[in-house]
């Protein structure tokens, strides 16, 4: 039972990566049902109005067409609340690309043919697709997403920019941008006796059961949701989206037989959220000698008209940096687009893009290096509530991530450095994200006689090593091998989990895990024999006594090389270093792939992703990955990313942060930067295409 190395922090290869080399791991399209029913989705072709009439005729007569499903005869949902969710029970439409129906047949491509011959006539009304800051019916949210506050005020920003020293009033704007997840979404949906069980490729198989269950009026007990792996969501699957209701109708209609729907890349531009576009103006004064006297960061974003969905763009200003004067603002643009959701790190990669870019112009306008001038405003305590941080250490980041960049080297001066025909810059931005933590989480842990320690919690892997840190925590708990754990994740017939978002995964399911070996420990000291029958107890995620205390948040730094090319503006990033502050490090190879994951989709943001509206017809044009660019291997030259040591005994039991969001925040930010410093020219929009620099 002694254990010599430390788990925790260990290099550990994940324990399902065999199984996903071999094709053996299931996702939820690939599990083995009986003879199920495909559903094609129907999109609508306006982007408001009506149904005015459908004609199924043609499409029921081909071959292999089981049933087409509509508003006309689709089961009506207990709870239309959701707007976003409650499809198929009005002939109105409320954006392009919203599910209007399904076709239903034996086979995938028989759907698909069929769904083009399902004849729809529309009364389509005036749509407004037109996302600008200048409108004058902007909307003020009553607050904006995770439960901030819509606007803060401290102290009299005008007054303070009024006789500001250096004085910057920029505006910077972040695109629509599409969740990618590797899978697509898919759901296999059976109803029988009543029970409706859910293959679904989800970041939280009890978030989905419950939205499902208060959709249909079920008991959620009633509903058994079933993801043991998913291929990414970036937040996208955090919550279901209509395909699983559409899904779950279809199985209505044909049960006992499955329904199985798997989105193509195409229908995922229109229906599983995306980041929304931001516009954002940032104001900052400050004295003679670098220190901000204000920071002023007003934010417009743009929301579905049916469901309101709030970026928290502007909230990280509130505790970056330590001027006295500080305001923010959200308001939001209804519009009759698709419903906004969460993708990586919402509120910070948007926010931080423009505060960084800000900081690092003003940086210039006071003659200070960049690292030098955050280091000069870093806040002693947090200055929105003026409690003490957990840990802060982006101080310690810049330090150490200037020093292995090589910074001190660098030529301050734009336009300095040229390589043939390329301009060399380096530039830097800071990183941060919340440490949430979402309610809930219960494990349990079996102690069998075979030695053995069962660990059954309804958690998720993403794609990110759960399966594995989560063993690693619970042998680390319970004082044996990993050999000795065996661990069930991602079935509701596990005790309640709370989904991976916001970076709490590993921190709440591994804070019940934790408590539950604490309660097994008590009761079976180690010197004790295990009975026949075995032991038996549930832990749950423990009230934290610090959490309105402190303010707790993770840190880094992150360092850019850009090069651009003089004659075709070409935009190469051969250098990304991301340090660090992440707490205790619970698995040091997954871990790494989290945070240069990350640092690569924020490349991304930089200089490729970018939903383009068609306003004539307000679909996204380019919705397949012809269109919507991301970076391939030939995109990315060296990324490192590391860690500093950081001690924080207030987050959690295991003393770990949130990794999996941090890694993007900052990173367009810095290839921004590097831009100015290589160029001269200052790209205040992303993405940065190569037209900016000629
Ligand atoms: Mo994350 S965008 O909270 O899944």
Redesign the pocket.
Known sequence: MTVTTPLIGAPIDRIEGAEKVRGAALYAAEHPVDRPVYVFPLQSRIALGRITGIDATEAMAEQGVVDVLTHENAPRLASTQDAELAILQSPEVAFRGQFIGGVLAESAEAARRAANLVRLSYEPREHDVSFHAARADLVKPDEVNGGFQTDTTDGDVDDALASAAVLLDATYTTPQEH?NPLEPHATIAIWSDNELTLYDST?GVHWVRDSIAALFGMDPQRIHVVCPHTGG??????LPHAHVVLAAMAAQLVAPRPAKLVLTRQQMFSVVGYRTGTIQRIRMGSDASGRLTAISHDVVEQTSRIKEFAEQTAVPTRLMYAAPNRRTTHRLVELDVPVP??????GEAPGMFGLEVAMDEMAIACGLDPVEFRIRNEPETDPETGRPFSSRNLVACLREGAQRFGWAERDPAPRAHRDGPWLVGTGVAASTYPVFSMPGSRATIQARPDGRYRVLIGAAD?GTGAWTSLTQIAADALGVEMSEVVLSIGDTDLPYAS??????GILCWGSAIVDAARRLRAELPSSSPIPDEGVEVTGAIPDNPYAGQMSMHSFGAQFAEVRVHTSTGEVRVPRLLGIFAVGRMINAKTGRSQLIGGMTMGLSMALHEHSVVDHRFGHVVNHDFAGYHIPVNADIGSIEADWIDEHDPYVNPMGAKGI??LGIVGTAAAIANAGHHATGIRVRDLPITLDRFL
């Open positions: 969740n970041q969501g970036f937040g996208s699957k955090g959701s969460w993708m990586r790190a919402p993403i989904g991976a978002g916001g970076s709490t999996g969001e």
